[in-house]
């Protein structure tokens, strides 16, 4: 059994994770170069899937696969939604927000819309996922609600939708928070931990909120943990300590384990990043 996957590649810097639509390919973007790479659990090795830079693509963060087969992923501070099509690799789309600071970092989906995370902004996107990929909808603005309006301040991060379909959680990394947005209402609110989880890449695993949470210690280091919430309950369910060279930012559930993307960004800080980038595999802790 596959332990640990390798991308290709000395400048990658793995951001985000989608699982296609068989549930066994998955797709990895680059952080620093805009490539989108795809991968198989029978295989050890992802291949280059979208080459960088093109159409303006030089980072590639939030990704997630819509009901259409198409893989969308967040440009970053382009401002741009991408579409491809997963089984052709064709572009299929690219929207561009109208905002000045934007920083595209989060996508999910659900029901016919994508909801994309702003962390220039505290902004939920919106765009229609019909036959086509729909212009942006400036949804939600959670400045209105109490988070900070200095652009890159509170960082809006990880987005998903709870089990039931009738919120979207979503981490504001920089402030050490978790929302909840009811989707019927956009009625907005803290959910009330009693610690801080800076929250970067979320899933949900059995129905347990799974977050890739990036913690300043006191001696101002970095602690990376794999964090799981019950947000219905308002716990902290546990915390199992990540090494600070793979800097997990998201991760992925695949036939029961959890893909943790390993960006190295804590390693790049150090000088000590590099060749191979990976992904990592752990067994669900709950």
């Not at 990394?173 to 803290?190: C, E, I, P, S």
Request: glycine share 12%.
């Amino acid at each position: 059994m596959i332990e640990q996957y390798e991308l290709p590649g000395d400048q990658v810097f793995p951001e985000g994770i989608a699982v296609g639509e068989d549930g066994r390919t998955f797709y990895v973007s680059g952080a620093r170069n805009g490539a989108i790479y795809r991968g198989h659990v029978d295989q050890h090795r992802l291949e280059v899937w979208q080459e960088p830079g093109v159409d303006g693509r030089d980072r590639a963060v939030g990704m997630t696969v819509d009901a259409h087969g198409r893989l969308l992923v967040c440009g970053w501070t382009s401002g741009c939604l991408y579409a491809f099509d997963t089984r052709t690799g064709d572009a299929c789309g690219t929207r561009h927000v109208p905002a000045s600071e934007a920083g595209l970092n989060d996508v999910t989906v659900h029901d016919e819309y994508a909801y994309v995370t702003d962390s220039g902004e505290p902004l939920i996107w919106r765009f229609a996922v019909g036959d086509e990929l729909g212009e942006p909808e400036r949804w939600l603005d959670l400045g209105e609600h109490g988070a900070s309006t200095k652009p890159f301040t509170d960082f809006l991060n990880g987005i998903v939708a709870t089990p039931d379909g009738r919120a979207l959680i979503v981490a504001a990394q920089g402030a050490g928070v978790l929302w909840r947005v009811d989707l019927a209402t956009k009625q907005a609110a803290r959910i009330p931990l009693d610690t801080a989880v800076n929250g970067d890449g979320l899933a949900y695993v059995n129905g347990t909120l799974y977050v890739c949470d990036n913690t300043d210690e006191p001696d101002g280091s970095v602690r990376y943990w794999l964090t799981a919430v019950d947000p219905d309950a308002a716990r902290l369910l546990g915390r199992w300590e990540r090494p600070h060279d793979d800097s997990p930012t998201t991760l992925a559930s695949v036939e029961g384990r959890l893909l943790l993307v390993h960006s190295q960004f804590g390693a790049d800080r150090l000088g000590r990043a590099g060749a191979p980038f990976t992904v990592g595999v752990l067994e669900a802790p709950l």
